[in-house]
């Protein structure tokens, strides 16, 4: 039809819609104020994900402009630098997990790592214990060695019982090669994996957890003690497992996708009612 009115495709599709100023304006200050609360990191997918919940249906060509004209760069957008690691835990323990990440139940599978931050003029470290289920830190540490003590400290601070947990999965660095770790993961009942050797593709959710703390918390920050760090690192991680909206969540945080997913019962249970026992599965 187009052909034959000769009329050019684009203008079969163009919809005539001016926004008026007032709108525009309405617009930016919201995209602003969604980067801004994000610590600076959302990028287009996300601030369209957190646009669509206040009612705006806005393509991510138009977010890109309007980011642009005001000068909001996320964090992700400078290239990073990957230290090496110079030893590695030789035990004989294998990969039980399997790169297994999408599991279905709530503790079943916790994996961990550490990295590095500047504190004064001195490199501090960070542990944290990520729950595979909603990609929420259970636990966390700093300190000013990279031992297996900053580990548990790490496992002290979950709230959790861990009895729940069933693997424990992490590289095979040495700090988490203890005999102590190990005497605590026996008590509890929990299973150790570790990545095969010079394969970071087998601990991937916690490389990536990382490389995601590395540019929203570490990167461009100096704190000026341990105690310091410490606040800061709560209150990042208390925003990370209850605000910040997470891509392999459906752009959830990891609090609200535990509350929309249905928890069922491992262990059956029994109901008592008009004197007689209900087997519940």
């Not at 138009?62 to 992700?76: H, N, P, T």
Request: aromatic fraction near 12%.
């Amino acid at each position: 039809m187009c052909d034959v009115l000769q009329i050019a495709r684009s203008s079969f599709y163009y919809e005539s819609k001016r926004q008026n100023e007032s709108e525009q304006e309405e617009l930016t200050e919201l995209i602003v104020s969604i980067f801004m609360k994000s610590r600076k990191i959302y990028g287009q997918r996300k601030i369209k994900a957190e646009l669509k919940r206040a009612g705006w249906t806005v393509s991510r060509r138009r977010i890109k402009r309007i980011m642009a004209e005001q000068g909001l760069v996320s964090k992700y957008t400078v290239a990073q630098f990957k230290p090496s690691k110079s030893s590695c835990n030789e035990s004989e323990t294998g990969n039980t997990l399997d790169r297994k990440f999408d599991q279905d139940d709530e503790l079943s599978v916790v994996v961990s790592d550490l990295t590095y931050v500047r504190v004064n003029k001195a490199w501090h470290y960070i542990c944290v214990l990520v729950d595979l289920y909603n990609r929420e830190i259970i636990g966390f540490s700093a300190g000013p060695h990279k031992t297996a003590e900053l580990v548990q400290t790490a496992f002290a601070s979950v709230p959790y019982n861990l009895n729940r947990i069933e693997i424990f999965h992490t590289d095979r660095g040495t700090e988490f090669k203890n005999h102590l770790i190990d005497q605590a993961l026996d008590t509890f009942g929990i299973t150790r994996s570790l990545s095969d050797k010079g394969t970071p593709y087998d601990n991937a959710v916690a490389e990536a957890t990382f490389k995601t703390i590395k540019i929203e918390f570490v990167r461009g920050a100096v704190f000026s003690s341990q105690q310091e760090l410490d606040l800061e690192l709560f209150d990042y991680v208390n925003w990370f497992n209850n605000i910040r909206i997470h891509g392999s969540l459906d752009y959830l945080s990891p609090a609200e996708y535990k509350s929309m997913r249905p928890q069922f019962k491992s262990e059956p249970s029994y109901v008592f009612r008009d004197c007689r026992i209900y087997y519940r599965i």
